[in-house]
């Protein structure tokens, strides 16, 4: 039994870390095999993740086929776990490969350079290369290209006890399985078999009086988005994957979409703060400088359009030079105003969705909400103005200026969004960096215009 | 069979919005049974979630027990479906709950008014009364909150033909189970049997001689958040929930452990936003205005320091108000610098963590990154302001001042994360209010200090 899984975090990290520290020792590296035996697969690859070449080469030198193409599966894409293939005798990193369902090979191959592709495939029996092959040409974030198309499959007409045999044989060699599939005699996908039905019913009963019919699909592209709320929707543990005619393809199971939804929320915060999708978390600075530098350089455009506004109220900046010092307030509260209607209106969208009915109520929330901060900063602002400044009018005009630029950043952060997906863009390309441009800009106009009616 | 769910996401919604949009013409009202036998309970949630009551009512007297009784537990929380079970007579609506899992008749329950609720528990047997007291008594974001007391357990020490019929009497009138525990005389886990194992074992083999032990647990009051990294790092379906001296006590199931993703992800984007995690996304104005003005307070408070710094350097903004133009971009271009570094560092710590060894090395690279994009930045702000105002002196502040705010965006939103990490406050709450307001005060301080020093 693998050693509970302790009650602090800590705790989990120092049993995956105290190894990491000993492989670094001489002494411990000739007991690779007694320490690994302690972890569980998906920890082996929490430590292959994180050390040198060399020892992730001791270890799997040293560790059963299964454990090592188990850990190599589990392991972060972004550490490229396929180029520690390459370092292998061609024999046995095949060996591995055959060790492993084949969406995961297929994912792993994706990894390498062709001719070594190629060479390892080489090894495989001629079938399993097919249907590693077909895998490998689905687009990466489709259904077609999360499915595992192992999977348990009996044929409607079959009598019970039959199918139950086929059951038997079909998981030998198999990980887990959760579903049946029943399919007629075109492999169309008709419906499934539940355990219970296949316990409890009499053996000479056919399966198509016994199956359920319910069934939820996707299609083969559909997109792994579509595919992730359809799971997390109707509570599904396995989506069967069908082909336009609806001919099952494979099945994609509950820890395949867990994967996507962190992608997806990675994703999102990024985008929401001006990274490119792109970035890898883990990734080098080259990486990252290319990811950023575009949406700065946006940011760059958009701010020289604020100091460009600003440079038309010289005159005025000149002449009271205490205005100037409100512009943080301005454009900065009613920066984050707008952060925050963005925020909750882009989770809105990407969770439940706004439909078309909704959309107005929403804005006219975000509206109220706007007024309401708006009126309660900018009374704040126009105290504070007045009573350091000892001038009621510059008191009014800083207060105005707050009250309006927070309503306007209200009303900016719901349908901005909105509309871009009415349009068919992605909300969250509203980053943040472009929804503070129009609250700095308008922050500058209220204020300095204003000051220029009232106080000149 | 149930629509294949179609391709394209508009079509999906349109199928409950059709529904939706009959049920407004009188003439449909009467054939609500017909419409909503169309819909998988899912759908059904979405359109009572979205229905007058009146409507609702009718819809709840027109379905099957077991239909309205799932949809219930599917409604989002935030539309509160426990206030529907109170519009209904009490003997309905306790029947409706006697058809729900323990734990989201528990989750239901726990909605409605203290004394509606005795009402209702007062028509359930004992026993079930009492199993969906207590677990009304863990709290909500704990295993214990989540878990699901109804499974299927087997001894070790009987033999499998046995534990075969006792999987098939205990899985009689339950919804669909992915896993049969195992457990000693005491009641404590012990391990787990496959389906495989069933299927394929003799009759007379012990349980104990069958099971896999591998088997990972949570205790009772682990954090929601913790159970759903376990659940997604080893793949499980289920996850069974001991107390303190082992002892089963239910089980988690993947598709809890899915609402429970969403939530954290919603918090982690509210929380960046700088907009307490405490906001319903539907909600209306009063709960937004108390989930985000305190923030927009403390935000206030920034942006004063920022505006007083300013105020220090009134004659020179006087005297040069050319400078005051380059506020936006020197602060603003560097607040989102910031807010990326800070979105991808809080995004790394809360999927993989960031382990002691190597904080350094995140905080190096921010570092480099912030070195190049500050110089690049940095020449462009130059050049730009070298040809606009013909003075390369002022090119040569406002240039300093971008790069060095960039280099220390870089490390205030790789370091500030961290540290908080390790002091152990969640590092989402260095929301990107707080960070630009550094970047703020830091780009005023670096372009006045300089023109100061230079161009005077």
Same mark, same amino acid.
């Given at each position: 039994m693998y050693e509970f899984v302790p009650k602090e975090k800590t705790h989990k990290l120092s049993k995956v870390e105290r190894v990491r520290r000993l492989l670094k020792s001489e002494n411990a590296q000739s007991h690779i095999r007694s320490l690994m035996?302690?972890?569980?697969?998906?920890?082996i690859a929490q430590v292959l993740e994180d050390t040198? !070449?060399?020892?992730?080469?001791?270890? &799997?030198? $040293?560790? +059963?086929?299964?454990?090592i193409s188990e850990a190599l599966s589990e392991m972060d894409e972004e550490t490229h776990p396929g180029t520690l293939l390459t370092r292998l005798r061609p024999e046995v990193a095949a060996s591995?490969?055959?060790?492993?369902? !084949?969406?995961?090979?297929?994912?792993? &191959?994706? $990894?390498? +350079?062709?001719?070594?592709k190629e060479q390892l495939l080489s090894y495989m029996p001629d079938e399993e290369e097919e249907v590693i092959n077909q895998l490998m040409e689905y687009e990466e974030d489709t259904a077609g290209g999360l499915m595992n198309p192992e999977m348990i499959t009996v044929k409607a007409d079959m009598p019970k006890l039959d199918a139950l045999r086929e059951v038997v044989r079909q998981s030998e060699g198999m990980e887990d399985f959760y579903t049946i599939y029943v399919v007629d005699e075109e492999n169309r996908l008709v419906g499934y078999l539940t355990f219970k039905a296949l316990f409890q019913a009499r053996n000479s009963e056919l399966v198509r009086n016994i199956?359920?019919?319910?069934?939820?699909?996707?299609?083969?592209?559909?997109?792994?988005?579509?595919?992730?709320?359809?799971?997390?929707?109707?509570?599904?543990?396995?989506l069967p994957v069908v082909d336009h005619e609806n001919r099952l393809l494979g099945r994609i199971t509950f820890d395949d979409i867990l994967d996507v939804i962190e992608e997806e929320s990675t994703e999102d915060l990024l985008n929401f703060a001006g990274v490119s999708e792109d970035e890898n978390l883990r990734g080098g600075w080259a990486n990252s400088v290319k990811s950023r530098l575009p949406w700065l350089l946006i940011n760059l455009g958009t701010a020289s359009t604020a100091a460009f506004?600003?440079?038309q109220f010289e005159e005025v900046i000149s002449s009271m030079a205490v205005l100037a010092t409100f512009m943080p307030i301005i454009a900065g509260v009613a920066g984050n105003g707008a952060t925050q209607t963005l925020a909750v209106t882009v989770r809105r969208i990407s969770t439940d969705g706004i439909p078309s009915r909704k959309a107005l109520g929403v804005i006219f929330k975000e509206l109220a909400v706007g007024i309401i901060n708006g009126l309660m900063l900018g009374a704040m602002v126009a105290i504070g103005a007045m009573y350091f400044n000892e001038d009621y009018r510059l008191g009014a005009v800083v207060g105005f200026a707050m009250c309006?630029?927070?309503?306007?950043?209200?009303?900016?952060g719901s349908m901005v969004p909105i509309l871009l997906e009415r349009v068919g863009v992605d909300p969250a390309v509203a980053s943040s960096i472009l929804i503070t441009a129009f609250t700095d800009i308008l922050g500058y106009l209220f204020l300095f215009s204003l000051a220029t009616a009232v106080l000149f």
């Open positions: 035996r302690a972890l569980h697969p998906t920890e040198k !070449p060399e020892i992730q080469e001791k270890i &799997l030198r $040293q560790l +059963p086929k299964e454990v591995l490969i055959k060790e492993l369902a !084949p969406d995961d090979a297929a994912d792993l &191959l994706s $990894q390498i +350079p062709e001719d070594y199956m359920n019919t319910d069934v939820i699909s996707v299609r083969v592209d559909d997109d792994q988005e579509e595919v992730a709320k359809i799971m997390a929707q109707y509570n599904l543990p396995t506004v600003l440079s309006a630029n927070l309503i306007l950043a209200g009303l900016m």
